[in-house]
């Protein structure tokens, strides 16, 4: 499920948008940067908005200058989310790109990055991609996962997960509260075999890491405070 939060503050788009390139992966278009001769490489599953958020693709170059192979693919066949369009329907749009479709997709671009010669995978979702990632971490194909302001999880996924994982959250969401991700955290913690991390962002709303005003001093150093934990815990685990 998605509430209203995962539908609002609509980020900047741009097809051209940073420093890498876009290719084909696992039958998506995807955007891909970082040494390509890398064996260590880190999917980004985006919200609704889709792959094109000019602040996602700034944080795949960020990822990928410390040395991952970073891959973004479009997991919506180019029909992000749009509410700019007065025929859009939401409940159409979320049954054609349900977050079980979404990790499928993922699936067959984790197998094409293996062929490939890759031999270690992190996978960090936001929102609606932050579900399609608590489903990777259930399998032995990542080694680290980090989800962040997920849409609606369950304990029963929570459960499941067999991975590394870090959950970073927003004090103000509805959609996933801070009482319920360290709930969570605790569940992950009971899992003596990997370690796990709980961290709520004080002041911000959901969405905050790829959805900020980048004129907004505040808001870049929270979303920046987000991304350095991210890239630290793939830095430990993705090796």
Known sequence: MSSAECFKNPPALGSTSGAGTLLELGGLKTYVTGPSESKHAILLVSDV???ENLNLRKLADKVAAAGFFVVLPDFFYGDPFNLDNPQFDRESWLKAHSKEKGYEDAKLVIAA?????ISAIGAAGFCWGGNVVVKLAKINDIQA????HPGRLTDE???????????????IDKTSPP??????G???STKSEFNSFVKIFPG??????TRYNAEDESAVKSAEEAHL???NWFTKYVN
Do not use: C, N, R
């Open 229 to 231: 934990d991210m890239l």
């Open 186 to 188: 605790e569940i992950l």
């Open 145 to 148: 996962a980090v989800i962040l």
């Open 204 to 209: 911000v709303a959901h969405g905050w890491t």
């Open 113 to 117: 990055l293996k062929s490939q010669g």
């Open 49 to 51: 908005f889709g792959y």
């Open 157 to 171: 996924e929570i459960v499941e997960v067999k991975v590394p994982t870090a959950i970073l959250g927003a004090e």
């Open 179 to 184: 009482e319920q991700l360290k709930h969570f």
